[in-house]
């Protein structure tokens, strides 16, 4: 972990539903729209919803779906880190990486050899692009995907948050 100030005063726990409004405002914060319900929906389908606070106040949240719609991630059981967001006053201070390192703790403690994860490709998701690089993730090789399916050569897809590029990285020891 990095010595800021924000980063020796982080703590990042599993949510629960008491936290839902907290999960919510840093959506908003965000301009990410969920469904109605998205995040009591995560929680009773059994994802891992992790949420990271400075002096109590929320700034980010990401989580694990350990079964997830990705077809060959379920196939080979993947886990798979999805919507990670850190709040524009918290970031370049490490948190993202953070929470990228702890979900990847949780799940080689589950006896997982393999993290998965998914990044847009437009301009938004650069810092998360060069962040999963960085933190040794690479494509699975199955080209783009829009909304976990993969795309097939001359399909048109709009570029939006669905269209992502799916990546693994095998956990090693850690």
């Known amino acids: 972990m990095s010595d800021t100030p924000l980063m020796q005063n982080l703590t990042l726990r599993e949510a629960t539903s008491a936290d839902i409004p ?5 959506a908003a914060a965000m301009r990410v729209v969920h469904e109605t319900g998205y995040f009591a929906r995560s929680l009773s389908e059994g994802r891992t919803v992790l ?11 990401v989580q694990i ?3 997830p719609i990705y077809v060959p991630f379920r196939r080979l059981n993947i886990p798979e880190i999805q919507d990670l967001n850190v709040v524009p006053s918290a970031r370049q201070q490490g948190i993202g ?11 080689r403690g589950r006896g997982h050899d393999d993290m998965g994860i998914s990044v847009g490709l437009y301009p938004r998701y650069g810092a998360a692009q060069r962040l999963y690089v ?18 097939v050569a001359g399909e048109m897809r ?17």
């Open 51 to 61: 949420l990271a606070e400075h002096a109590g106040a929320a700034v980010g949240y």
């Open 134 to 151: 960085r933190r040794g993730y690479i494509p699975d090789g199955a080209g783009v995907s829009y909304d976990d399916v993969p795309v």
């Open 97 to 107: 990486n953070t929470m990228v390192e702890f979900c990847e703790n949780l799940a």
């Open 158 to 174: 709009a570029v939006d948050d669905l269209l992502t590029l799916k990546l693994v990285k095998t956990l090693g020891q850690g």
């Open 22 to 26: 907290a999960l919510d405002a840093i």
């Open 65 to 67: 779906n350990w079964k």
